[in-house]
């Protein structure tokens, strides 16, 4: 899709997941804004500290089997 895009020049090309038949995201109204995005990425930034931080914690010589 990206090629398409660039190809194109359209922006607005997406995956027409609601099966209207098209793929320009602007027509069918589907728009995800730069603040979404942002928290998006804060989002999946925080997970993978929490995720490293219990790895940190839980270390495979502290655990019996």
């Not at 027409?16 to 995800?32: A, S």
Request: net charge positive.
């Amino acid at each position: 899709m990206k090629s398409l895009q660039a190809k194109d020049s359209n922006p607005y090309l997406g995956i027409d997941c609601l099966k209207q038949g098209t793929n320009n995201m602007k027509i069918q109204g589907v728009y995800e804004g730069l603040n979404a995005k942002k928290n998006q990425l804060q989002l999946a930034t925080q997970v993978v500290k929490m995720i490293l931080k219990i790895d940190d914690i839980i270390k495979p010589a502290d655990i019996d089997y």
